[in-house]
């Protein structure tokens, strides 16, 4: 999944719900289907990018994110990261490893991009190894401090469980996680820290949302 995909995919438009679309696209040569999520919300760009740099409170906002760790960084605006997904009783676990990276989109638009690398270590026989997943966040921001997010993603959780139970269940993971990340951006008591060192490799122009 990339940038040409978040443009012309045949994406179809599943359900609103608290001015979150969500919206489904079959991907070729996969039984499971691919889902965005967008939602427009009342942040500063910056402020955006600390949240995702926070790493340590995705638990906080990530749908069903049981665990999380950094592997490896290798610079201010690429990582690789391990996470370990909940699943109902009795599957196992989903270990997800990606390398994520901050990118220019264009103009004051970014991009964090995934890309799964499940070889990343040995399998643990603790978890379910997810062999493929492939993601972007959008970040585009508008009028008045706000801030249009787009939110894609294709993952295959394993034969184990049925592609008409991952399709059923796929609408969940960019609802709540964006609902999740409303609320933690609209708590007053969290300021993540800017990265300043991503300035290095990026440009981003602050913007102050308006105040009511």
């Known amino acids: 999944m990339d940038a040409a995909l978040h443009a012309d995919g045949n994406w179809q438009f599943r359900v609103e719900h608290k001015g979150i679309k969500i919206f489904s ?19 500063s760009l910056k402020k955006l990018i600390s949240l995702f740099y926070d790493m ?9 994110l049981a665990d999380m760790h950094i592997l490896d960084k290798s610079d201010a605006v690429e990582y690789v990261v391990r996470q370990i997904i909940k699943t109902p ?29 499940p070889d990343y270590l040995p399998d643990n026989p603790k978890y379910h190894r997810v062999r493929h997943a492939a993601g972007m966040w959008v970040f585009n ?6 801030v249009h997010i787009t939110f894609l ?7 184990d469980v049925p592609s008409s139970l991952s399709n059923a269940g796929m609408f969940e993971v960019p609802f709540y996680s964006l609902n999740n990340l409303r609320t933690l951006m609209k708590d007053d008591s969290y300021n993540p820290p800017y990265p300043e060192e991503i300035e290095q490799h990026l440009s981003i122009a602050e913007d102050i949302p308006d105040k009511p």
């Open 141 to 146: 921001p508008t009028a008045h401090g706000k």
């Open 56 to 64: 340590a409170s995705y638990n906080r906002w990530v749908h069903q």
């Open 89 to 117: 009783w009795p599957l196992q676990e989903r270990e997800v490893i990606m390398r994520t990276g901050l990118v220019s989109a264009g103009g004051n638009t970014v991009a964090v991009t995934m890309k799964g690398e």
């Open 25 to 43: 696209s079959r991907v070729i040569g996969s039984d499971i289907h691919g889902f965005k999520g967008e939602a427009e919300f009342q942040v």
């Open 153 to 159: 993603m294709h993952l295959d959780p394993g034969k």
